[in-house]
T-cell receptor, first 112, second 115 residues
């Protein structure tokens, strides 16, 4: 089955700095790569996703890059703000299947 | 449009008891899944369904049963609760768009403690 590894497990940055979180996956047939943000005590919510026919996608301060050959994708957050502090999860799926497999999460702390 | 609704929000069970966690969605999504979240372990897939009458095992299915008799509902049954099943449980639903992946919408979670 699919195996998703996420690094780092914790990340601390100063406000205004950039943060990068990386995930690798094992199944070359996977074609859907979302990122979720989970604030303390809340449910995970989608912040950005990318499909395998695209190498990069950007939404304001958030971007995701995908390298299908190397089977890894990364989340980039620029100009971090304290409200970016949360746990971020990557996930991997195949469009024709019903399951998403998640990484173990990265706890991001943004210090003012 | 309530999205994904889970009940209960909190539950304490004694070892050996059984219970059902309820999940309902009103978005007419074909895919539904159950995850458990433990510290440092991320979200681990328990069971999932691609449509009414179809279920499959995920990464950690032991000790849990599911059924999908309608599109809207996907209950998770704990047959004989064990302390190792203490966790936060999330139900999620997704639309089926064929070969293209789609966003998962999560319920608010159920915090289960087994003593």
């Amino acid at each position: 089955g699919e195996n998703v590894e996420q690094h780092p497990s914790t990340l601390s940055v100063q406000e205004g700095d950039s943060a990068v979180i990386k995930c690798t996956y094992s199944d070359s047939a996977s074609n859907y790569f979302p990122w979720y943000k989970q604030e303390l005590g809340k449910r995970p919510q989608l912040i950005i996703d990318i499909r395998s026919n695209v190498g990069e996608k950007k939404d304001q301060r958030i971007a995701v890059t995908l390298n299908k050959t190397a089977k890894h994708f990364s989340l980039h957050i620029t100009e971090t703000q304290p409200e970016d502090s949360a746990v971020y999860f990557c996930a991997v799926g195949r469009g024709s299947q019903g399951n998403l497999i998640f990484g173990k999460g990265t706890k991001l702390s943004v210090k003012p | 449009n309530a999205g994904v609704t889970q009940t209960p929000k909190f539950q304490v069970l004694k070892t050996g008891q059984s219970m059902t966690l309820q999940c309902a969605q009103d978005m007419n999504h074909e895919y539904m899944s159950w995850y458990r979240q433990d510290p440092g372990m991320g979200l681990r897939l328990i069971h999932y369904s691609v449509g009414a009458g179809i279920t499959d095992q995920g990464e950690v299915p032991n000790g849990y049963n599911v059924s999908r008799s309608t599109t809207e509902d996907f209950p998770l049954r704990l047959l004989s609760a064990a302390p190792s099943q203490t966790s936060v449980y999330f139900c999620a639903s997704r639309m089926d768009r064929g070969s293209s992946g789609t966003e998962a919408f999560f319920g608010q979670g159920t915090r289960l403690t087994v003593v």
